[in-house]
């Protein structure tokens, strides 16, 4: 790269709760806008504290576990190739009462997960992303509520009704 | 924007870039975009995902019997389908890298030894590099009706044996 005005979205946090974030770009913004809130007052920033820390804390730990159930989901699936008793014989286990009320959690962390998410890429590529992130939060929210809700209820349905 | 580059503070450096006296230090050409590539792919294969996984997971869960129809005459009716064989290899792909990336942000976030980090990663990076292989490799190889397989475990439509 020559030398001359940094491109933003290179900067990037190395610690802290703001790691692996290239948002700088957004918080800039949201200081020029007046938004901002002064460091070291208890209102925290974009990433500190309040909301804006805990939605990435939950972004961070759902994140790692859909990446080991994924892990251990492309195996039990790789039973198809040792033979179908073998694949039905361990998929049978998913179909028990403990294990569907895992995989709801699942499900309800995926979603949290890709809502979120959305609202992390709003934030750093819509220009007003970074003012609204916690207008944001409650949108995220709320379409949880709208998508895992109705899910549940066919889920738990189908897990708790027997076959 | 001023860019927060520039320092007057002269430290010295093996390579010092210096504009109208002015030092760059921290943007050496030797550098490279890996990072801004990989911040970027976190968004792009997010947006993908989206639609990838909210459409398995309502194929799978939601439609017919839900969770209860899921057994091998499932899966072979499903990749008998390139449609479906395709589906599920982005899939594979685009979160098993997207995972495989947000963990080494959080590996390099907290593991602060050298050694610790370097191991860690190698680890991962084993990992996922063989559940990618594996996954692949089944969903190619994989037959709907094997042989000498007992018929009533089979899709339906495979020959009567
Ligand atoms: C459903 C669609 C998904 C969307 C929209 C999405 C979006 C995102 C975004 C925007 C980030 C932040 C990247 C950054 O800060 O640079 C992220 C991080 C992450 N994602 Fe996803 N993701 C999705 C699915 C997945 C899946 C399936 C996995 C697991 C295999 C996963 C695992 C992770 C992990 C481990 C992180 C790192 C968390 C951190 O650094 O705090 N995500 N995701």
Redesign the interface.
């Known amino acids: 790269m020559t030398p001359g005005p940094a491109r933003s979205a290179q900067w990037q946090c190395i610690r802290g709760p703001l790691a692996g974030r290239k948002t700088d770009a957004a918080a800039l913004r949201l200081m020029k806008q007046g938004g901002y809130s002064v460091p070291n007052t208890s209102k925290g920033t974009l990433y500190r504290g309040r909301q804006g820390m805990w939605s990435w804390v939950a972004h961070r730990v759902t994140g790692i576990a859909i990446f080991f159930f994924l892990l251990v989901h492309v195996l039990d699936t790789a039973l198809v190739r040792v033979s179908p008793e073998a694949y039905n014989h361990v998929i049978a286990t998913y179909k028990n009462p403990i294990m569907g009320l895992g995989e709801a959690g699942l499900v309800a962390a995926i979603v949290y997960h890709a809502f979120n998410g959305l609202r992390i890429i709003l934030i750093d590529f819509w220009k007003n992303g970074a003012k609204n992130q916690k207008a944001m939060l409650w949108g995220v929210l709320i379409l949880w509520v709208i998508a895992v809700v109705p899910f549940l209820v066919r889920h738990l349905a189908i897990v708790f009704g027997g076959h | ?5 520039k320092t007057r503070i002269a430290v010295p450096r093996s390579r010092d ?1 210096s ?1 109208d006296g002015i030092k ?1 230090n921290r ?1 050496g ?1 030797k ?1 490279n975009n890996f ?2 590539f990989a ?1 970027l792919y976190m ?1 792009v294969s ?2 993908l ?2 639609v990838l ?2 459409g398995h ?1 309502f194929v799978n ?2 439609m017919g ?4 129809a ?4 499932f ?2 009716g499903k990749w008998a389908n390139p449609f479906w064989q395709t589906w599920d290899l982005i899939m ?1 792909w685009l ?2 890298i997207h ?2 990336n ?2 080494r ?2 590996i ?2 907290y593991a602060e030894k050298d050694r610790t980090r370097f191991w860690l990663k190698t680890l991962l990076f084993l ?1 996922s590099g063989f ?1 990618l292989l ?2 692949t ?2 969903i190619f ?2 037959s709907p009706c ?1 042989t000498g ?2 018929p009533s ?2 899709p339906s439509f495979c020959p009567a044996p």
């Open positions: 924007m001023a860019t927060p580059l870039n504009v760059y943007s050409s550098r990072e801004m911040w968004r997010g947006v995902l989206i996984i909210f997971l869960l939601m019997d839900g969770v209860h899921i057994d091998f005459g899966v072979g594979l979160a098993m995972g495989t947000g963990v942000t959080v390099d976030d990992a559940i594996v996954g490799l089944v190889t994989f094997p397989a007992d475990l089979v």
